[in-house]
């Protein structure tokens, strides 16, 4: 039991903020266990990046951060990865058209950018090499599955690149970080070709990288296609590493799966003019006016007025409901 005057807390800091993103909120010589599931830093670095670029914030400023798709993780990566691949030897002319992708680009998790396909397959391919091998078939499976895991491996095996984890203990041979690199280059560009096709213009994240909201009868195609209960596919930017996080499971490649579930925007000089979004509506019948009617805000970062004061409330309800308990 921790006890309460020890538990992590912030109170008015120096720095004029606080914030959290899924990640280790203690020091590494916290006396007391918490837990070891954290997020990699990658989002919360990048949201207290924005915070420190100025002292006064605007509503727009917390939309942009909402909406922002840059990514830390990429700053972190590319200096291990593309030296490595510098070092390749031999390259298709396809894997040289992806390689150049990801030297020309921003880091920049876009629907239509094809780096970031480029970058989520080889990421990927890169974590399950370090393991694979090291595994039976059923423990790698339920590892890759946890994919927070593998994150923070590649963090512990970064930079000094001498883990035993990085040989292949399946060959003869002394495998060295850079050749765990090539090799998992060489599978990613192999299953994008398979997926998106052999032109690498056409490999956009958002075609792979796609959200539906998905209703409980909807996988009865008669019911779906009557009732239109599924919204979506919709092509998605971003990633689990983003602000904007639009994650999903290595056991269910590339369909979103986790994000926010609600965005609030607080303006506290002016509670009305306060501003909100869901992914989907606040009703769940297929038949009503707000069943998944936020949905195109919602994934294009945008959002609807959320009146505060009573006066306004009433004036933009549009329904009323009242729960009477039986007397």
Not at 269 to 280: F, G, K, R, Y
Request: glycine share 4%; aromatic share 12%; net charge negative.
């Amino acid at each position: 039991m921790v006890p309460f005057e020890q538990l992590p807390y912030e109170f008015n800091p120096e720095r004029g903020y606080v914030s959290s993103a899924n990640n280790k909120t203690a020091p590494d010589d916290y006396p007391y266990y918490i837990s070891h599931w954290y997020a990699t830093p990658d989002r919360i670095d990048r949201i207290r990046e924005m915070l420190e670029e100025k002292d006064k914030f605007g509503i727009a400023d917390f939309q942009e951060m909402h909406g922002d798709f840059n990514s830390k993780l990429i700053g972190r990566m590319m200096p291990h990865f593309l030296p490595a691949l510098k070092n390749c030897s031999e390259m298709t002319g396809i894997e040289k058209e992806a390689f150049e992708k990801l030297v020309s680009w921003d880091g920049n998790l876009t629907r239509e950018s094809q780096a970031t396909s480029v970058f989520e397959v080889l990421y990927r391919k890169i974590l399950e090499n370090f393991i694979k091998d090291d595994l039976s078939e059923k423990m790698f499976s339920d590892l890759k599955s946890s994919r927070m895991i593998l994150e923070n491996l590649m963090i512990n095996i970064l930079p000094e690149k001498t883990s035993e984890w990085i040989d292949d203990i399946s060959t003869p041979e002394i495998e060295t970080f850079d050749d765990l690199v090539i090799k998992s280059f060489k599978e990613a560009v192999a299953e994008l070709t398979t997926m998106l096709g052999k032109n690498t213009d056409d490999w956009q994240w958002g075609k792979i990288h796609t959200f539906t909201l998905a209703h409980p009868m909807g996988s009865v195609e008669m019911l779906n296609k009557a009732l239109q209960l599924n919204k979506g596919p919709f092509e998605m930017p971003g990633s689990f590493h983003t602000v904007c996080p639009y994650s999903y499971s290595y056991g269910n490649l590339y369909e979103v799966n986790h994000g926010a579930s609600h965005r609030h925007i607080f303006d506290v000089s002016n509670w009305d003019a306060s501003l909100t979004v869901i992914p989907t509506g606040t009703s769940g019948i297929p038949a009503s006016d707000f069943y998944c009617d936020q949905t195109e805000l919602y994934i294009n970062n945008q959002y609807h007025e959320d009146p505060f004061s009573p006066e306004n409330v009433r004036n933009a309800a549009v329904f009323e409901m009242k729960i009477i308990p039986i007397k």
